[in-house]
């Protein structure tokens, strides 16, 4: 199942709810769609979503808000967010704005997608 929006797309793969993100999205209506995509798989019963940043090289303001929001959504539903594919760059930004400790984030595997889904399922 694949559903696409600009910049975001969403699959399940291995069970798991995948929210991937292209680009660089910087403004509202460029990230609003991550934030209504973890709403709605949440809705459908996901209760862990993992967020590929692979293909992000800069977080702004908004997509730091939409993770942030989506954090919420999920640990409210008794789940969780997770990070994979996270660039050094967005590490930095992450760290500097302190949500680096409450996301986790993909560390083996050189934090791939798969790394994250087996980490969920390690967990589950």
């Not at 694949?2 to 399940?12: A, L, T």
């Not at 509202?28 to 798989?41: C, D, Y």
């Given at each position: 199942m ?11 793969q ?9 680009g660089?999205?910087?403004t ?14 949440v809705n459908?019963g996901?209760r862990?979503?993992?967020?590929d ?8 303001a ?24 996270v ?19 993909a560390?083996?595997g050189?934090?791939?997608t798969?790394?994250?889904i ?7």
């Open positions: 694949n559903s696409q929006s600009n910049h975001v797309s969403q699959r399940i291995d069970g798991t709810a995948v929210v991937s993100i292209s660089d999205p910087i509202l209506t460029e990230v609003a769609p991550l934030g209504r995509k973890i709403t709605n798989l459908t996901a862990t979503v993992v967020v940043l692979s293909q992000v090289n800069h977080v702004g908004a997509m730091l808000g939409e993770l942030a929001t989506g954090l919420k959504t999920t640990r409210s539903a008794g789940g969780d967010l997770r990070l994979s594919g660039s050094r760059r967005v590490r930095k930004v992450l760290a500097a704005t302190g949500l680096s400790r409450f996301f986790k984030q560390e083996m050189n934090g791939t798969e790394a994250a087996r980490n969920v399922k390690k967990v589950a």
